[in-house]
């Protein structure tokens, strides 16, 4: 079984940063791709791509974040990370991690995020 662990969520006022850990444990024997995913408060909101980043490093970022948040990892701490910067309102969400681990498919529980002033 793995688990996902995630910290780093909060109240920020627009235009401040954040930074969202998720940690990978458990029987771990390999793990591709890790990502962050968001969902919005309100009916309808679907949960979206925020970033992703591959085993090598490579990166996806949705449209709305480029320029602003950052993807990283930590493969020997099986950590990812999202720095997020210049926080807008419609950043607002639960933002949940997404890890690919011994072929299988975890979510985390999910961190809220909430820019306002």
């Known amino acids: 079984q793995v688990q996902l662990v995630e910290s780093g969520g909060g109240l920020v006022q627009p235009g401040e940063s954040l930074r969202l850990s998720c940690a990978a444990s458990?029987?771990?024997?390999?793990?591709?791709?890790m990502g962050w995913y968001r969902q919005a408060p309100g009916p309808g909101k679907q949960r979206e791509l925020v970033?992703?980043?591959?085993?090598?490093?490579?990166?996806t970022y949705a449209d709305s974040v480029k320029g602003r948040f950052t993807i990283s990892r930590d493969n020997a701490k099986n950590t990812v990370y999202l720095q997020m910067n210049s926080l807008k309102p419609e950043d607002t969400a639960s933002y949940y991690c997404?890890?690919?681990?011994?072929?299988?498919?975890?979510w985390g529980q999910g961190t809220q995020v909430t820019v306002s002033s």
């Open positions: 997404r890890v690919v681990a011994n072929s299988r498919l975890y």
């Open positions: 458990g029987s771990l024997f390999s793990i591709s791709t």
């Open positions: 970033a992703r980043i591959t085993t090598n490093g490579s990166t």
